[in-house]
């Protein structure tokens, strides 16, 4: 087996910088009561803001400097949304609290290239994710980990190379993973008797240590130089996507909303890939600022329809700024969420040997979907025929189908005769015609009597011409008066 960890130390603090695109300072506090800085990004560090200082002292050192608090849940949920993105490389994914994600990519290094190329992908991907940490590989979990944490970027892909890359690291790093096994005493004591790296740990005798209560540094050591099995449960990801975005300060900048989109994206794009399958919608909701202390915050669930079964995050993240740009918001937004479910197969696009041009020009689908989008979902209809003889009862409004989406179902049989292109809203009386101008009828229509009162028609239908040349469609009442009215024009 082939182990990736992929650790990110700053994940208390990534949760709220991947969602901004400026560089104002931000901190992150640690609980109560005493809310001392725990993390801090380089504009704050530029600042003079240190992780340890209190809250009032950071605020002095920097006035302008954003303070969020520290949001365990929102760090275990961004844990596992990294994880659910990872299976477009691997299947099998096991999580390693607090900040840590472990890969078994045996299986993948032929499908992405090799070793090199598949963790230059991986750290391409997690930071479109807005997420940044640092890569190794070994071949047992423990010891990618620990060479992750200690010296990022090494590739050690067989167990001979194992105990030299991993001799060199400090003794400290065998309470990272344990648990709590490894406490400060058993630190203590190796550090009394000069033991300062794993190597001068596997000179010393098991039995001394074993003597002394420090049984778990060897048991860790063991785990680490694949000794002894190392186990780990696999993540199984979710069957419904949801991803929540915190934005540093609240906004109402549609640029600022697209940028947070375009990182529960690149989630969602993960989550699609493992499956290789794609959407036809999915939902963007907004959550509004409160607006008084207490007061619970509003949520606007906004749908996004794709108009054909997609994975393509460029689509999405168009689709989901015509919806942002449709009109003003009605408050700042504190947080995006993306929710999405019944993900379908996707059969990947058929090509021919010279790749060239299928019959099929442009996307309706997408152009469907970005007039609704912009126009709102009830603007966008289309005309369909009715199976009714009465001309002006002979279509209706219905919903647009996509063509991948449209079933074998056959239209209604339509009339032999010849019928206009423009239909009058209401027939418009006219002289009666010279004889010399009726070019075709009559065809008569009666039908709607089941209708009831005003609904029947009676008349004969002619094709002429009238006095500028053009093609008309008219007719002549059956009933008395017997009056002539035009009906339709001919293209």
Do not use: K
Not at 117 to 137: K, M, R, T, Y
């Amino acid at each position: 087996m082939l182990w990736c960890a992929l650790v990110l130390p700053d994940l208390a603090l990534q949760v709220f910088t991947r969602g901004r695109s400026d560089a104002g300072p931000l901190a992150i506090l640690g609980p109560r009561p005493q809310l001392r800085v725990v993390a801090a990004d380089p504009a704050a560090v530029a600042c003079g803001v240190e992780p340890g200082i209190s809250r009032a002292s950071a605020l002095a050192l920097a006035p302008q400097l954003h303070l969020r608090e520290r949001a365990p849940a929102l760090e275990s949920a961004a844990l596992a949304e990294i994880a659910t993105w990872a299976g477009r490389f691997t299947s099998s994914i096991s999580l390693d609290p607090p900040d840590t994600l472990l890969l078994e990519i045996q299986a993948s290094l032929r499908l992405f290239g090799g070793l090199a190329p598949l963790c230059a992908s991986i750290g391409e991907s997690l930071g479109e994710l807005g997420f940044a940490g640092q890569l190794a590989v070994a071949p047992t979990p423990l010891a990618a980990r620990w060479l992750a944490r200690c010296s990022p970027g090494s590739l050690i892909d067989a167990e001979a190379r194992l105990a030299a890359a991993l001799a060199s690291l400090p003794i400290t790093v065998v309470a990272d993973g344990c648990g709590g096994a490894v406490t400060t005493e058993n630190l203590d004591l190796l550090a009394g008797i000069g033991i300062h790296c794993l190597a001068d740990v596997q000179r010393l005798p098991r039995s001394g240590l074993a003597r002394r209560h420090a049984r778990a540094v060897t048991t860790q050591l063991d785990r680490a130089y694949a000794i002894v099995p190392d186990p780990r449960p696999w993540f199984v990801p979710p069957e419904r996507y949801v991803a929540h975005l915190p934005l540093p300060a609240p906004t109402d900048q549609v640029d600022t909303l697209v940028f947070g989109v375009r990182r529960l994206l690149a989630g969602l794009s993960g989550w699609l890939d493992a499956r290789q399958a794609g959407l036809e919608r999915f939902t963007l909701v907004l959550e509004y600022e409160r607006h008084r202390q207490g007061s619970e915050s509003r949520e606007e669930p906004r749908e996004i329809v794709l108009g054909a079964l997609s994975r393509d995050m460029t689509r999405c993240q168009m689709l989901a700024r015509e919806h942002l740009t449709r009109g003003p918001l009605p408050a700042p937004v504190d947080a995006l969420r993306l929710e999405a479910d019944a993900p379908r197969l996707l059969t990947p696009p058929r090509t021919d040997l010279f790749d060239g041009d299928d019959g099929q020009q442009g996307d309706p689908g997408l152009l469907l979907a970005t007039l609704r989008a912009r126009l709102g979902h009830a603007a966008v209809q289309c005309l369909t025929a009715h199976p009714d003889h009465r001309p002006e009862r002979a279509w209706r409004w219905a919903e647009p189908i996509p063509g991948d989406r449209a079933g074998p179902h056959a239209p209604p049989d339509l009339p032999s005769s010849p019928r206009p292109l423009w239909l009058l809203p209401t027939p418009r009386p006219m002289a009666r015609p010279p004889a010399e101008s009726l070019l075709a009828g009559p065809e008569r229509i009666e039908a709607g009597w089941w209708d009831g009162p005003g609904a029947d028609v009676s008349r004969d239908y002619f094709v002429a011409r009238s006095h500028d040349n053009c093609l008309v469609w008219i007719f002549q009442e059956r009933q008395p008066p017997h009056g002539w009215f035009v009906h339709g024009y001919f293209s």
